[in-house]
């Protein structure tokens, strides 16, 4: 059976249509889908989910509408099977700048309603974004409606994610880890107030403070360090850590930077020597330290540059 039609329609009245996707119910009506089922879920979201449906065809869709009426995303189901998965992966692995988002997109699995949290943690997610094109996020996972003879479906949806920016020119990259940049002025930091009194906790503390920093320390062990400016808000001197010494600086950058060209930009500026996948080796001052980047939420740009000795 041929699923060709259904993602044509999939196609022209979602994915290339992701600006409007409030018309594709009454599309989906015109061309003979009837509003068969509806899911409301039972979180505070307002948030339910309607099927579409032809008794004729082995296929459906469905959308999911807010408190406020708003249509939030759109499915196309087909009968679950190896192969109809495998059409519905080549329909993602056609949009342009596709990045795997699954390990970030459960990670927030816990604010999922009930209803479809199980489903949810065995899909799979991505984000696309054409040049100059509003960007989109997709899913793909077992669907909770069912069509005839109770037939399991799976679902690939899609919405708008107005997040993300276009992709970056060579130029614009090395512009983002160069040293006027934000990522420039945290390199400046760790060195200075890290690098040059490490793994000396003591005279990093008395330098942070001689250099206008408020020092807090924690009930349960270590540090925290905080800048006049509050441009260096969250500088982390031996918390929560196995090392005998470790100065960790968040680092809050462009998303679309990518973690390993964030990490290698890291270690040239110390010229670190890689020691593993993740971590590298500096001797500063007789101490042989580690230099490593923690990723918090790559998808949000969100890192820690970390100084540590065993």
């Not at 979201?45 to 309607?50: C, L, N, P």
């Not at 700048?97 to 199980?118: F, G, H, M, Q, R």
Request: one cysteine or more.
């Amino acid at each position: 059976m041929s699923f060709d039609p259904a993602v044509e329609i999939f196609t022209t009245h979602c994915l290339e249509n992701i600006d409007a996707l409030r018309t594709a119910p009454a599309a989906l009506k015109e061309l003979g889908f009837i509003a068969s089922n509806n899911i409301v879920f039972s979180d505070e979201s307002g948030m339910q989910e309607t099927l579409m449906a032809k008794p004729e065809t082995a296929y459906a869709y469905s959308y999911q509408i807010d408190e406020f009426g708003t249509v939030q995303n759109c499915a196309l189901l087909l009968p679950d099977t190896t192969e109809t998965r495998a059409l519905l992966i080549s329909v993602v692995n056609e949009r342009p700048n596709l990045k795997d988002v699954t390990k970030e997109a459960l990670s927030y699995l816990s604010l999922a309603p009930n209803e479809i949290a199980a489903n949810l943690a065995e899909g799979q997610f991505w984000n696309s974004k054409e040049y100059g094109a509003t960007g989109m996020n997709l899913s793909l996972f077992s669907s909770l409606h069912r069509l005839a003879r109770d037939t399991p479906m799976v679902a690939l949806y899609v919405e708008r994610n107005l997040s993300l920016e276009d992709s970056l020119s060579a130029q614009e990259r090395a512009a983002l880890l160069g040293p006027q940049s934000k990522f420039g002025t945290l390199i400046e930091a760790l060195e200075a107030i890290g690098l040059a009194y490490a793994p000396d906790a003591k005279a990093i503390i008395e330098n942070a403070e001689n250099n206008g920093f408020e020092v807090e320390s924690h009930f349960e062990g270590g540090y925290s360090l905080y800048s006049e400016d509050l441009s260096l808000v969250d500088i982390q001197l031996n918390r929560e850590t196995e090392h005998s010494f470790e100065f960790a600086i968040s680092a809050d950058l462009d998303s679309r930077l990518k973690p390993e060209e964030i990490r290698q930009a890291l270690y040239s500026a110390f010229a670190a020597v890689p020691i593993s996948d993740q971590v590298a080796e500096i001797v500063y001052n007789g101490h042989s330290l580690q230099l490593s980047l923690y990723e918090v939420s790559p998808i949000f740009g969100n890192y820690y540059f970390v100084l540590s000795k065993q």
